[in-house]
Every structure is written in C-alpha cells, then in structure tokens.
C-alpha cells in the first residue's frame, strides 16, 4: 500500500493516528451540513434510541444528543469514537445518554430489535457488503424502525436502494441534496423502513 492509500485508510476509511486527526478535522468541515441536515430529518426525536454508523467527529451525534435522543454511535476507528466523546461530553454530563462502541455496520454489538432509528452519513460508499451491512442494521431496528443514509454521489456505487429491500427495508424516498457551502459535494439521500411481515 502506497502512502496515498494509507493516507486514504487512516485519514477517512479507519481514521487513524495524525492522518485520522486531521481526517476528523476535513469530515468536521465538510460534512457538519449534511450531518445536522440528516439529524434534522429523524421525526419526534426525542426518547427514541437512534443508532449512528460511523459518527467520525461527533458533530450529527450532537444534534442527536441536543433534541433529546439516546445514541449509540458506533465506529471502527477509535481515533473518531474519541472526537464524537470530546464534541458530545458536555451534553454528557447534563444527562445525555451516549454509548460508544467500536465496530462496523455488521459488528456492532447492538442487540435484535433495540433501536427505533439508524443513520449513516458518508459512510455506505466503504462498507465492504453493503446488503450485510444494511440486513444487520434492520435487525436491530424495532417493528416500523426508520434507516437514514445521505452518501457523496460522486462515490456511491449504484444500487443503493435495491440493497435495502433486498436486506428487508421498504423504500420511502430518495433525493438528491446540496449541502450548503464551497466545495460541497451533492449528496444522493435515502429513507427506508423496517418492511412489514
């Protein structure tokens, strides 16, 4: 592996030592719009338990937290499960329930039928198998649990709502966003449930 591909895995992939940091400082910058945009989009938050794949600097876990929300955010790096505790700590301490766990979409630890939301912001275009990713996150969803997904187009691979029903979620909507700002790239957007028995 060259030190372009190292940079890529330790800086964004699994951010790791001085290249992790300054990759949570770029995702901390570049994606904040899109990380409180999705957060926004989880209907009546408040009291629900909302699993978050890949949290990387903590800035969509805090709006979670903000509005009311139980959280488990769970990532492989734990470079970025530090930055999510540093960025969430005070909510922490005013009561604000937030679990860390080291993981992936398929090991996560989250128990069957546990949680009533999970989001995933800029991390799908890296899952290994997306459709196992996508079934072992419907299993920890309660009966009608919601799935919020918001990927860069530009490295997505096509698909993305075919996995989800093929993993057991039925498809409410996708959409294209621009988050705001300079440089930002065009997000493509999904909202799928737990599919009926």
Same mark, same amino acid.
């Given at each position: 592996?060259?030190?372009?591909? $190292? ?35 989880? /209907? ?25 929300? %139980? +959280? ?6 734990? +470079? ?5 505790? $540093?960025? *969430? ?48 996150? $419907?299993?920890? &969803? $309660? /009966? ?11 490295? &997505?691979?096509?698909?993305? /709502?075919?996995? *989800? ?7 409410? @909507? ?10 930002? %790239?065009?997000?493509? @957007? &999904? ?7």
């Amino acid at each position: 592996m060259g030190l372009g591909d $190292r940079m890529v895995s330790n800086g964004f992939q699994i951010p790791a030592g001085w290249t992790g940091r300054l990759g949570g400082l770029l995702m901390a910058s570049g994606n904040a719009a899109t990380e409180r945009h999705i957060a926004d989009l989880v /209907p009546e938050v408040r009291s629900k338990d909302v699993l978050v794949l890949g949290p990387g600097p903590g800035i969509g876990v805090h709006a979670l937290l903000a509005r009311g929300a %139980s +959280v488990v955010a769970v990532d492989p790096s734990p +470079v970025m499960l530090a930055a999510t505790l $540093r960025r *969430c700590r005070g909510l922490c301490e005013q009561g604000a329930t937030l679990t860390l766990r080291t993981g992936t979409a398929t090991s996560h630890g989250v128990g069957h039928g546990t949680v009533d939301v999970a989001v995933s912001v800029n991390n799908v275009m890296i899952w290994p198998d997306r459709v196992a990713g996508l079934t072992s996150i $419907r299993q920890v &969803l $309660r /009966p009608g649990g919601e799935l919020l997904v918001s990927a860069h187009e530009k490295w &997505l691979k096509p698909g993305l /709502p075919d996995d *989800c029903r093929e993993a057991g979620f039925a498809v409410e @909507q996708e959409w294209r966003w621009e988050p705001p700002g300079r440089g930002a %790239s065009t997000a493509v @957007q &999904l909202r799928a449930r737990v599919a009926s028995a």
